[in-house]
Structures are given as C-alpha cells and as structure tokens.
C-alpha cells in the first residue's frame, strides 16, 4: 500500500545551519510502501520501504545517494515519522540495490548508521512490484 508519493530536492546549501543531505544539489522521486496490510497476522521485520530513483530537474542535480543515504534517510525519516532503521531503502536503477541502516553507538545528541547496501531480494521485489509498476 503506497503511504506517500512525493519529490524530494535539495540544493546543498545550508541557511539554517543544519547540514544539507549532501553538498551537492540533487532530485529524487520517493514513494513510502507499507509492505502487507494491517490485518495481516504476518509481522514484518521491516514494516516500510522507501522506494527511490533520481529526477534529474537540472544537470548538475545528479548526486548519488550511496555515501548520503543515512542523511537522506534521517531527513525523510524525521519529515514523515518513520524511523530509518525499520525500512528498507531501495535504489531503482540498474541494478536496483536496497540499504539497510543500522543504528550504531550514540556518541553524541547525533545517531550514526552503519549502512549496508545489497541487491534487491526476489522476494522483496515481488512484494514492492505492484506499487512501483507507474513509478
């Protein structure tokens, strides 16, 4: 069940202060999944996916998300009460990979992430695949 359907931008630059998802401007479609249904007896160990794939609205928007998915995943996270570490973040492209984060030791008010990227299990895809067919 598709939660939220949306277009995520940045522009790498910092006016309040808080530091940017990456220097770097970038554009990604995101699309928030429910995976199974609330009366399913099945409980999932990731409830959600966040499916993503880049917008190119201008050239220099081409940032790849392999060394920013913590903070991307933060930002999404915070934005739309999810927490990163229960949802798996699928990259399409070719291949499509999906990022797992791991909540490490807290060393300071900032949570740091060991994040893990793999490629999309058969399963996974088969679950996401019917709400990612017009994405």
């Given at each position: ?23 770097w ?16 007896t ?7 996916a ?5 917008v190119?609205?201008?050239a ?11 903070y ?7 934005q739309y ?20 984060l ?8 900032e ?7 793999r ?6 895809m ?10």
């Open positions: 069940m598709i939660l939220h359907d949306f277009t995520y931008e940045w522009d790498g630059k910092s006016a309040t202060g808080k530091k940017p998802i990456s220097w401007p970038g554009c990604y479609r995101v699309r928030i999944i429910r995976l199974g249904q609330e009366n399913d099945l409980k999932y160990l990731f409830p959600l966040v499916v993503f794939k880049p190119k609205t201008k220099v928007m081409n940032t790849a998300l392999e060394n920013y998915i913590h991307f995943a933060e930002e999404i996270s915070r009460g999810l927490e990163p570490a229960k949802a798996l973040w699928i990259r399409l492209g070719d291949p499509i990979q999906v990022a797992q791991r909540p490490e030791r807290k060393l300071s008010d949570t740091f992430y060991a994040v893990s990227w490629s999309v299990r058969p399963n996974e088969e679950t996401i695949e019917p709400d990612i067919t017009d994405f």
